[in-house]
Nanobody, 120 residues
């Protein structure tokens, strides 16, 4: 059974940092691309970042480039999203997802999400 479990969300002031984690199980991770998405209230879900588990190549949305960093820990089967210089507009539910295809998707598996709230 595939499981993606996000953690690390919370409330932070603007300019602060958070690190999200996504623990994956039930997957052969070497063949997957892992992505982070977010959805703010009243808005559509949007792509944030993705990483190829096998090559380590990364891609970011323009809105987070230079502030967010995606990484992986092979030993822990965990993907991270380090978020620095957070802005109120980063407030959203953040989801981890996995796809056997390219970073643009479609994604096959999704986590339950973790709330990130950035106060001004």
């Amino acid at each position: 059974q595939v499981q993606l479990a996000e953690s690390g969300g919370g409330l932070v002031q603007a300019g602060g940092s958070l690190r999200l984690s996504c623990a994956a199980s039930g997957l052969t991770l070497s063949i997957y691309v892992m992505g982070w998405f977010r959805q703010a209230p009243g808005k559509e879900r949007e792509f944030v970042a993705a990483i190829s588990w096998s090559s380590g190549s990364k891609v970011y949305a323009d809105s987070v480039k230079g502030r967010f960093t995606i990484s992986r820990d092979n030993a822990k089967n965990t993907v991270y999203l380090q978020m620095n210089s957070l802005k109120p507009e980063d407030t959203a539910v953040y989801y981890c997802a996995a796809t056997k295809g390219r970073w643009a998707g479609p994604y096959d598996y999704w986590g339950q999400g973790t709330q990130v709230t950035v106060s001004s």
